[in-house]
C-alpha cells in the first residue's frame, strides 16, 4: 500500500466501515499524503513538524503544531 496514492485511503475507508470517508479525520505531515488522502473525501490536517519539507504556498489544508489544536 503506498500512502501516496488515493487507491490507498479508499481502501482503508472501505475496511473502517464508516458510512462516508469524510468521517474519517487524517492527520499527517507529509503533503503527498495529504493530498491524496483528500481525493478519497477524508477530512485533512496537515501536522507541522521539524523538519517536514515546505508546504506549497495556498495549500488548502488546515495546519496545526500540536494535538491540542485539533
Known amino acids: 500500500m503506498n500512502k501516496r496514492e ?9 475496511s473502517v466501515g464508516v458510512d462516508r470517508p469524510s468521517e ?4 499527517t505531515d507529509i503533503y503527498q499524503e495529504a493530498v491524496a488522502a483528500k481525493a ?3 477530512e485533512v490536517i496537515i501536522s507541522i513538524r521539524p523538519g ?4 506549497p504556498d ?3 489544508f488546515k495546519t496545526i503544531a ?3 489544536e485539533i
Open 58 to 60: 495556498n495549500h488548502g
Open 40 to 42: 478519497a473525501g477524508l
Open 66 to 68: 500540536y494535538f491540542s
Open 24 to 27: 474519517i479525520l487524517f492527520v
Open 6 to 14: 488515493t487507491k490507498s485511503y479508499v481502501e482503508i475507508s472501505e
Open 52 to 55: 517536514n519539507g515546505p508546504l
